[in-house]
């Protein structure tokens, strides 16, 4: 009796071809868009291989799949001109950020249009007494803070890249201060999106909370831009803290950090932020970033506040430190040590690539409840060892999540193939953990196979309202349902 991974391969080979063949066929219409396109946009519009590849997906091990064609938009009613155009032609459109998302989601399948947001990064009004910012897709989150730097307010949320606003929100991004502040859903109050074809429609508004019908704005939030290309944000800002402080610890195991990662957040102890490297990472960011942390599991936290909350967060903090570790938790609110070690836990993930220099990393994460979150990553340090990967581990742990970066030679196929299975064997642990295949990656190509699993019949919901917002799946197509 075949098993479900062949009939999985079978189908997987049959639709491939099958897509391949409409591809070939639908290469007129494609070629028919670009032709109007150019015609609009002139230079704007770019068939280059150069400038294709890097519209194609490259940060990580999926292959690069270039669009036939690339216009740099910067305007909404632009925007709205390609999708018309794309919607006639039947041709596919890729909206495209800064290209730094993990799953290839800017990869183009198919073909068709990449739609280049990069220039369309204003910042359109600032409202300091209501904590909120409107921007363009295109800024990114270091250029926002950067010019918000003079108000006093901040937006929170780092994915460690500097990724593009808009496609942070397409991607329902998180990262670091997720533990505080929240993730791109709890931080975007409303939207201007672009349908497929090109109807332009506001979601949300400027209120804390509405009870106006559906909540539109949180369906296009992590959409992968298979719903409508996102033109406006509309964004809750934060206060920048009086204090800020940072420390660290070592800890003799893995669970007795995952343990005190635990009891902290179940004590409602207010940490901004709460990463842990595990002793491979640890080694990696030694060598990376010229650090001399002792090569255990660490945790490195942050506290934001007033100076007497800070200093008793701390303190509570270290308490519980003493309870799983011999080793004493160090802080300071010196700018300088603490923007020391932030920049190399944002750097962590080329310091695992300098494990094994000229290697391809296969960055993958879970996320899981928090009460089993020493549990998963035991089993997946175990996991690791018995099958001789190379796989640093690092995680935002005040949520549950965590980030594993198994890396291969280019040429080695048998370590490759390895990956893969412990890949599976690692979604699969964390969904039956109760968890998640992705915490903040999202779906894109890379997770498409177990979307189903996690999901079961909420995804056919899905596809229905794939097909509502767009009959002839021109947006993004060959992300979330393969």
């Known amino acids: 009796i075949l098993d479900e991974n062949f009939w999985g391969?079978?189908?997987?080979?049959?639709?491939?071809?099958?897509?391949?063949?409409?591809?070939?066929?639908?290469?007129?219409?494609?070629?028919?868009?670009?032709?109007?396109?150019?015609?609009?946009?002139?230079?704007?519009?770019?068939?280059?291989?150069?400038?294709?590849?890097?519209?194609?997906?490259?940060?990580?091990?999926?292959?690069?799949?270039?669009?036939?064609?690339?216009?740099?938009?910067?305007?909404?009613?632009?925007?709205?001109?390609?999708?018309?155009?794309?919607?006639?032609?039947?041709?596919?459109?890729?909206?495209?950020?800064?290209?730094?998302?993990?799953?290839?989601?800017?990869?183009?399948?198919?073909?068709?249009?990449?739609?280049?947001?990069?220039?369309?990064?204003?910042?359109?009004?600032?409202?300091?007494?209501?904590?909120?910012?409107?921007?363009?897709?295109?800024?990114?989150?270091?250029?926002?803070?950067?010019?918000?730097?003079?108000?006093?307010?901040?937006?929170?949320?780092?994915?460690?890249?500097?990724?593009?606003?808009?496609?942070?929100?397409?991607?329902?991004?998180?990262?670091?201060?997720?533990?505080?502040?929240?993730?791109?859903?709890?931080?975007?109050?409303?939207?201007?999106?672009?349908?497929?074809?090109?109807?332009?429609?506001?979601?949300?508004?400027?209120?804390?909370?509405?009870?106006?019908?559906?909540?539109?704005?949180?369906?296009?939030?992590?959409?992968?831009?298979?719903?409508?290309?996102?033109?406006?944000?509309?964004?809750?800002?934060?206060?920048?803290?009086?204090?800020?402080?940072?420390?660290?610890?070592?800890?003799?195991?893995?669970?007795?950090?995952?343990?005190?990662?635990?009891?902290?957040?179940?004590?409602?102890i207010p940490v901004a932020r709460i990463e842990m490297l595990d002793p491979l990472q640890v080694r990696a960011c030694n060598a990376y970033s010229k650090l001399d942390l002792p090569e255990e599991p660490l945790l490195l936290v942050e506290f934001h506040g007033s100076p007497n909350a800070v200093h008793n967060d701390a303190a509570r903090f270290a308490e519980i430190c003493a309870d799983y570790s011999q080793r004493s938790f160090s802080w300071s609110s010196d700018a300088n040590k603490r923007q020391k070690l932030w920049k190399a836990r944002h750097d962590a993930l080329w310091a695992g690539y300098a494990l094994l220099p000229g290697g391809i990393g296969f960055a993958t994460d879970v996320c899981v409840p928090i009460s089993r979150l020493a549990e998963c990553v035991e089993d997946t340090i175990t996991d690791i060892a018995a099958h001789d990967l190379t796989a640093p581990i690092l995680g935002h742990v005040g949520d549950g999540n965590f980030h594993v970066l198994p890396l291969a030679m280019p040429d080695d196929t048998e370590m490759q193939a390895k990956i893969g299975a412990f890949s599976n064997r690692l979604t699969k642990r964390a969904i039956a953990l109760g968890g998640t295949c992705t915490g903040e990656h999202g779906i894109g190509q890379g997770k498409t196979a177990y979307l189903r699993a996690e999901m079961g019949g909420s995804v056919d919901v899905m596809a229905d309202i794939k097909s509502t917002f767009d009959p002839k799946h021109i947006l993004n197509p060959g992300k979330l349902f393969g």
């Open 9 to 268: 391969w079978l189908l997987y080979h049959l639709a491939k071809h099958f897509f391949r063949a409409i591809t070939l066929f639908e290469q007129q219409n494609i070629n028919q868009a670009i032709s109007t396109l150019k015609q609009i946009f002139g230079d704007r519009l770019s068939t280059s291989s150069s400038v294709r590849e890097q519209h194609g997906h490259t940060t990580t091990w999926i292959a690069n799949q270039p669009p036939d064609a690339v216009v740099f938009a910067k305007t909404t009613d632009e925007v709205s001109s390609i999708l018309k155009i794309c919607h006639d032609c039947g041709c596919p459109a890729i909206a495209f950020g800064t290209g730094s998302s993990l799953e290839g989601h800017v990869n183009a399948p198919f073909g068709g249009i990449s739609i280049d947001m990069s220039h369309f990064d204003s910042v359109l009004a600032v409202h300091q007494d209501d904590l909120d910012v409107i921007v363009q897709p295109g800024i990114t989150r270091e250029g926002l803070n950067q010019y918000l730097r003079d108000s006093g307010l901040f937006f929170p949320i780092d994915p460690g890249a500097n990724a593009s606003i808009g496609g942070m929100a397409a991607t329902r991004a998180s990262g670091t201060n997720a533990v505080r502040y929240g993730t791109m859903k709890d931080n975007v109050l409303g939207l201007e999106v672009v349908l497929a074809n090109g109807r332009v429609i506001k979601t949300g508004g400027r209120s804390r909370k509405s009870a106006a019908g559906y909540d539109l704005t949180r369906l296009f939030i992590g959409s992968e831009g298979t719903l409508g290309i996102i033109t406006e944000l509309t964004l809750r800002l934060h206060g920048i803290p009086e204090i800020i402080a940072g420390g660290i610890c070592s800890f003799p195991t893995i669970r007795d950090a995952c343990d005190a990662v635990i009891k902290t957040i179940q004590l409602g």
